[in-house]
């Protein structure tokens, strides 16, 4: 689109619904099936034709000469007389060798698109059609594209975590409820000389998360758990407690329940860190954050996204001090909510 094009847009002289859905959609679909279709990790390194593409892939050539087309055209690919190659993009974030793959979210979002789609119904019945977790137990391969892809999402923001979270210098032993890959535990125990972490999880995600730290050399810091941390014991005389991307995913009940759960689990002076995607970003409600209720509603019977005053109110009420919250800047959409259990 041109700048006159997008200024006419905004301006609300040329229709912007027309590209808010449309487009949007075209854009997205675009994007996911070059993913799945592993155009990018073809043209790692390689140009190459549409013909040629089509041969190695065993695909219609066709086709993919109008996807490649729009690959380009959305800015993803390059195009020189015929040949493609990957753009700066597509090659940083989307070719398996490169440290900041997302190739595997991409693949979990693809796995979205059709609860998506029931947006309708979840919204007239205020709950999902299907919920994600059923789906993904009879589907394998989808629940590993979403326990790597949460580890995508994880290796672009782990170093400012760790930064941002100051574990109390005695710290021995971590908990990471829902920990899934584990690598966020990997990455405090590479920190923190001393300590040993618990990942708790169901069986699927753990099955993904071992290979995960097995990988990583870390299996003798960073051990599973296959459990539910709303029914099991979690155990207890933890000094640090990670909960990570799971409060979006349980009604307020649930993470209170938790909430209080982690404060008996945790030793005086031990550490409780939420890491979620609040509805405010500072004092402004955000888009991103409305968004994703939606994409709980499609998903789960009752997650949505929480406000800071919200997570920060359950935390108050059970006891822990020093509230206090961080954006991260590596992940925009997400926040640290940090506490501590009185000494
Ligand atoms: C969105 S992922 C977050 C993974 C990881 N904590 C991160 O931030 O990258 C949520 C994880 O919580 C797990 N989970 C959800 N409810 C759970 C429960 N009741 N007990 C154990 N694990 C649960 C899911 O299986 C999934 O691995």
Known sequence: ????????????????PIFDTSLNLARAKTILVGNKLGIFEKLSGHSLSAQELATELDINEHGLSLLLDAL??????????????????????????SPRYMGNLLRHFDDLWEPIGWLDEAVKAGKPVRNLYDYMSEHPAAWRNYTLGQKDM?????????????LPPQARRLVDL???????SVAFCRKYAQLTAVVIDFESAVKAGQEVVNQEGMSDRV????????????????D?????????????????????????????????????ILSYRGKKESEFGLLFALNMLVNTPRGESYSYDEVRGWLQD????????ADLRRLPAYSLVLATKPA
């Open 154 to 166: 994880a290796m672009a923001s782990v170093s400012e975590i760790v930064r941002k979270v100051k």
């Open 223 to 238: 051990s599973f758990k296959v459990g539910n941390y709303i029914t099991d014991d979690i155990g207890n005389g933890y």
């Open 1 to 16: 689109m041109t700048l006159l094009e997008t200024i006419l847009i905004k301006l609300g002289i040329a229709p912007k």
């Open 72 to 97: 380009w055209g959305v800015g993803y690919l390059q195009r020189k007389q015929g040949v493609y190659t990957n753009a700066k993009v597509a090659q940083k974030w989307l070719v398996e060798s």
């Open 240 to 276: 640090v407690a990670l909960l990570f991307s799971i409060v979006h995913g349980d009604p307020p009940e649930t993470n209170i329940a938790t909430i209080k759960k982690v404060y008996d689990a945790l030793n005086p002076g031990g550490l409780i860190a939420i890491n979620e």
């Open 318 to 325: 059970t006891g822990f001090v020093s509230i206090s919250r």
């Open 178 to 184: 829902g920990g899934a890959h584990g690598y966020h």
